[in-house]
């Protein structure tokens, strides 16, 4: 009886909460005013039942747009948060160091990483984390590295070279893959990956990234998931999560090379090093407390540096790739009168601030990074103070958001965005002014990426080499949808059955 009598008053006592709670975020809550439904006012399951179960055909990116066609550019999407869709408001949102914003603790959770920069979400913590790693990436650093990067874009062209004589094409997105987290963890924490040594292991790696890009879904409602996995005994992995021993992998080896550089110092560096790497730079740092330089919180960093940087960089050439490709008697056709011009010798190394002076391989470089426009999670930030949209004020501390997807693909902003128009980003554009206003492929304000300049290396770099070298053409069998985003995964994704971007090639030299 007692029992009974205690589940029945459990069951009420937890409805009776829960109708308040709905009533109270519906009508009194402080966002009550703002324009958006009813539903997603009062729970934030709604986010969790489109995202988990209605996917790959729905997800919630998509849903938010849809809202936005119905109640206006500003948008309450949970029970918490502000959705803005309008570009020119991008840099009020993320804004300078005028401007102090928190990161939303659910976004920040997203990774595993709760103590690298992209998991902090206290304004001065993250600007004092971040203000010791940035001497890392500067210009000077990242042009000391030049010699790195070739050295990693050598290695790539023979595995290109090499698939194409075994199976009549290669596969770029792994290959490239592969290079960038060679290049960025030797330039990040002093030990390449050696993935371009490894085809077997590169693409384990390749399938450990889709499945971690799969479960950001899963980890953006639960966040303790992907903590769960970390720990689990690796004999328990093999058997229900192989594909993500690499990751794990990855944690113990970041965590490894912190412990070292905390007890040897910072190591010497071979003739293909980088600079420096990211645990000494911490290390270092006169402005971080010892508190801040204990191993398990420093390798955190390192290994968003890798799995992030890598990622991202790999999407860029592979679209770059693509769509040169794709309009052969244009854009690759004037890249290549560009590129014999500037390079007489293919096999010879310029330096990248040559590179960087051509200007159609950087129109092609910066509309790569606009139209694969790939950030499509929104980027929720709590600013300190009130902000005004337009005739609506916003408290202070409210987690407001915005999807640089939607800016870099606004046909206000860029005509025809959806298309590939290098010519948009010359000087002779007129309007280019305002297309670099909101050009947000790296973010924008204080949180943006802080891998920025070597990201842009990684690209003039192996872009230049690739169609000086080789004599690419697309693989018959691609189409535009093997690269097209088709699922929200933080970064976009394409389809699980997509084959990537295959190519073959005539060597010219």
């Given amino acids: 009886m007692l029992s009974y009598e205690f589940f029945w008053w459990a ?91 928190d990161k939303y603790p659910p976004a920040a959770l997203l990774t595993g990483t709760p103590e690298g920069i992209f998991g902090t979400v206290p304004h001065d913590l993250h600007k004092l984390r971040r203000g010791a790693i940035n001497p890392l990436f500067s210009k000077t650093n990242v042009a000391a590295a030049v010699p790195m990067i070739f050295y990693h874009t050598d290695k790539l062209i023979a595995r290109v070279k090499g698939q194409v004589a075994r199976d009549g094409f290669a596969e770029m997105r792994a290959n490239c893959l592969a290079f960038t987290t060679d290049t960025v963890a030797q330039y990040s924490t002093g030990e390449s990956r050696k993935l371009l040594d490894d085809e077997a292991l590169a693409a384990q790696w390749r399938r450990s990234m889709t499945n971690l890009s799969n479960w950001t879904s899963v980890g953006r409602h639960f966040s303790w998931v992907l903590l769960l996995v970390l720990i689990m005994p690796m004999a328990l992995l093999r058997r229900v999560f192989p594909d993500v021993i690499p990751m794990v992998k990855l944690h113990q080896d970041m965590l490894s090379l912190a412990l070292q550089s905390i007890i040897t110092g910072p190591k010497s560096k071979d003739a293909n090093s980088g600079p420096s790497n990211v645990f000494s730079t911490i290390i270092a740092s006169d402005d971080l407390p010892p508190s801040e330089k204990a191993a398990g919180r420093i390798s955190q960093e390192g290994i968003v540096l890798v799995a992030a940087g890598s990622e991202t960089a790999a999407r860029t050439i592979t679209t770059a790739i693509y769509f040169i490709l794709k309009n052969r008697s244009t854009v690759q056709a004037r890249l290549e009168e560009e590129l014999e011009w500037a390079i007489p010798n293919p096999s010879s190394r310029p330096t990248l601030k040559d590179l960087q002076s051509l200007p159609w391989l950087s129109a092609i470089i910066k509309e790569s990074l606009r139209i694969m426009a790939l950030p499509t999670m929104r980027f929720p930030l709590m600013p300190h103070e009130p902000l005004q949209y337009d005739d609506w004020v916003i408290p202070a501390r409210t987690p407001i958001s915005m999807t640089f997807r939607e800016v870099l693909l606004d046909d206000k902003i860029f005509e025809n965005p959806h298309e590939f128009h290098p010519e948009r980003w010359l000087d002779s554009n007129p309007n280019l002014e305002k297309l670099s206003r909101h050009f947000v492929a790296f973010g924008r304000g204080n949180r943006m990426c802080i891998g920025m300049n070597l990201a842009y290396a990684e690209l003039y770099i192996v872009l230049a080499c690739l169609f000086r070298r080789l004599r690419l053409r697309l693989h018959d069998s691609i189409l535009g949808q093997n690269l097209d985003i088709m699922r929200d995964c933080f970064v976009g994704e394409t389809l699980q059955d997509a084959k990537g971007l295959r190519v073959m090639y005539e060597y010219t030299q």
């Fill in 11 to 101: 069951t009420w006592l937890s409805i009776s909460y829960g109708l308040l709670l709905g009533f109270y975020r519906v009508y009194l809550h402080p966002l009550a005013k703002f324009p958006g439904p009813k539903l997603t006012a009062a729970t934030g399951w709604y986010e969790t039942y489109i995202d988990l179960f209605q996917r790959p055909r729905r997800n919630f990116t998509d849903e938010i747009a849809r809202l936005h066609d119905i109640y206006g550019p500003i948008v309450r999407i949970n029970p918490h948060e502000l959705h803005v869709r309008d570009s020119k408001w991008v840099n009020t949102l993320y804004s300078g160091p005028s401007g102090k914003r």
